[in-house]
């Protein structure tokens, strides 16, 4: 009797813990905290403009590392939430302009201008909340920065 207790109780503690984590994992955070899970830092930009108007489509690469923070330190004032896996359109061509920070152990943050999206390592989705991003500051940092 005192073993099924005991399970139980274990059962309970286990249940209520998955709960809290599920809950958390989808709470409002700054940009700051998702760039602090990749555990290294990022050391490239990826420019990607798709094809408008017959022009063919663009991609150019930055990779100094001033740029990189300056563009980093842009979004840290911005707060992100995980989106839910029924709210992610998995047929979504996301055909827009696209800023990709790349780190040297492969992992990667897009961010989908036109979206206010974040998609990290192309498989979780977050939406920028207090949207929509400063357009004008991010073109003025892509025509000095296009190559």
Same mark, same amino acid.
Do not use: A
């Given at each position: 009797m005192k073993m099924r207790a005991l399970l139980l109780t274990a059962l309970l +503690? @286990? @249940?209520a813990y998955a709960m809290l984590q599920? %809950?958390?994992e989808y709470q409002q955070k700054k940009f700051s905290e998702l760039v602090e899970?990749?555990?290294s830092e %990022?050391?490239?930009l990826v420019f990607s403009k798709p094809p408008m108007f017959g022009a063919p489509a663009e991609t150019w690469v930055v990779d100094d590392e001033k740029e990189v923070n300056e563009f980093l330190d842009f979004l840290q004032n911005y707060t992100i939430q995980k989106l839910k896996p =029924? =709210? +992610?359109d998995p047929d979504d061509n996301i055909d827009e302009l696209r800023i990709?920070?790349?780190n040297r152990d492969g992992n990667s943050l897009t961010i989908v201008i036109a979206e206010n999206m974040i998609i990290q390592n192309s498989e979780l989705y977050y939406e +920028?909340?207090?949207g929509p991003l400063d357009v004008d500051w991010i073109v003025r940092f892509i025509v000095s920065n296009k190559s």
């Open positions: +503690i @286990g @249940g599920s %809950f958390n899970t990749t555990h %990022f050391h490239t =029924e =709210e +992610i990709t920070l790349q +920028i909340v207090d």
